[in-house]
């Protein structure tokens, strides 16, 4: 089996092209893409969505080891599926991938893994504006290859998971800089400042500085959902409301769901995104908490094909779709 | 009353080609978009959604659904209403069905 290996990019040289368009932009890249290298004293916590951490103390040369019973150098138990990678990354599961790491393990050997996918994780992150963790995002997009997803290749299709892979790992609080808003935005920092001073992007001031919460960036990227998607994006969180209540029987409904659903749909793109479903029930709790909740253009199109019918019942279906119409037209119907 | 609605999105292409001479990715999808000519305030598209629409008992039994959505949804050229397809048999009876002409969806 190939030795998987999260390797660093390389050093920017005389000889590589540098896309950055100053020094300014480059190191906002870095400091985006290079933060877990470095220890840090203060920990945050986990949230329930961030599937990556770091043990920088562990065997630079120890080859992915199934971890699940014991103890990494965080002192963390790694329960969730976690696996040490080669540089000491300790690596869980993405919440969403339709397979689990052991593909990319043996299909995708670091050295030709990471600065294959480089540029695109670089152009995902200017389009999610939510990849953070390189070596998450390349383990994930090398896990979703065109063989796996059933598809042609396509960097529209990476880029579309990779803004999923990337958004396992936001923190809604941390706020950024302009020059890291504008590696976000692929934009010049002088643009994130422009929006600033014009209103169009809420920041506050840190003596001098502007500071803008990561979540405003995002909204710049991502457009506001149309109304139905909005819709079903509150049917759905009344399903992750049953499902944070009784995982067990909600989950067992979808399965059973797929499973009628798959009889109907037996191919074309319906099937493929039942599958990916599937995928996502099997990786387990917080990550269909994830597909039910996010925002991200992924998770809508996954709520498109829901697995989850039969799970509200109808009196509470009912009051949500009334809830929401009457929310909407407050908002919109002046 | 008469309620002009009409079938937006992917599946619309249904209405021009048959089912058979089109490609499974374009055939196989589980939810339809049904649009009211005359809804400015939406309410006809949630009575969709609130009769046969997402996660409802007509989704579950049959493993598709309609949702209802606004005209200002899509973004359609000039003359979309006049290119309108009709469709009018015995499964579409006492009614008829409109579908957006290929061209234009």
């Known amino acids: 089996m190939a030795t998987h290996q999260l390797t660093r990019p390389p050093a920017p040289g005389p000889d590589r092209r540098t896309p950055w368009k100053s020094r300014t932009d480059r190191r906002a890249f870095s400091r985006l893409h290079t933060a877990h290298r470095k220890p840090k004293i203060h920990n945050p916590p986990r949230t329930t969505t961030q599937s990556r951490s770091v043990n920088p103390g562990s065997d630079a040369t120890a080859p992915p080891t199934d971890n699940r019973q014991r103890e990494t150098g965080t002192g ?106 504008a590696a976000l935005l692929g934009s010049s920092r002088q643009h994130v400042v422009d929006m600033c001073e014009q209103g169009r992007l809420p920041h506050v001031k840190a003596g001098t500085h502007r500071r803008l919460r990561r979540a405003d960036v995002e909204a710049v990227l991502h457009p506001e959902l149309t109304r139905d998607q909005l819709k079903s994006l509150w049917l759905h969180q009344a399903v992750a409301g049953r499902l944070v209540a009784d995982p067990g029987s909600v989950l067992s409904k979808a399965r059973v769901n797929l499973d009628r659903l798959r009889q109907v749909h037996p191919d074309g793109m319906a099937a493929i995104w039942l599958d990916r479903w599937r995928a996502t029930l099997e990786v387990g ?24 019918a039969g799970v509200l019942p109808e009196t509470e279906r009912r009051a949500v779709l009334a809830a929401f119409a009457s929310r909407w037209r407050e908002r919109h119907v002046a | 009353m008469t ?26 999808s589980i939810e339809v978009d049904i649009a009211f000519l005359d809804d400015p305030d939406e309410r006809k598209a949630d009575q969709v959604d609130g009769a046969i629409g997402e996660l409802s008992p007509f989704h579950e039994t049959f493993g598709y659904y309609a949702q209802g959505v606004s005209v200002s949804t899509a973004v359609l050229p000039d003359g979309w209403r006049d290119r309108l397809i009709v469709v009018e048999n015995a499964s579409t009876a006492p009614g008829r069905g409109y579908l957006l002409e290929p061209t234009t969806a």
């Open chain 1, 76 to 181: 963390r138990t790694a329960d969730d599926d976690g696996r040490q990678g080669a540089d000491g990354a300790r690596i869980s599961r993405c919440g969403v991938c339709p397979t689990d790491g052991t593909f990319a393990e043996r299909n995708w050997p670091s050295q030709r893994l990471l600065p294959a996918r480089e540029s695109r994780v670089r152009r995902a992150d200017r389009l999610g504006g939510v990849i953070r963790e390189r070596a998450l995002v390349a383990f994930c997009g090398a896990a979703l290859t065109p063989r796996v997803l059933g598809m042609g290749e396509s960097s529209v299709a990476f880029l579309a998971f990779g803004m999923h892979a990337c958004g396992v790992t936001v923190r809604d609080g941390e706020l950024l800089t302009t020059g890291e808003a």
């Open chain 1, 285 to 308: 709790v917080e990550a269909v908490l994830d597909a039910l909740t996010s925002r991200a253009p992924y998770a809508v199109e996954l709520r498109q094909n829901s697995p989850f």
């Open chain 2, 3 to 28: 309620c002009l609605s009409s079938v937006i999105g992917s599946q619309s292409i249904l209405g021009a080609i048959p089912e058979d001479k089109l490609p499974l990715a374009a055939t196989a």
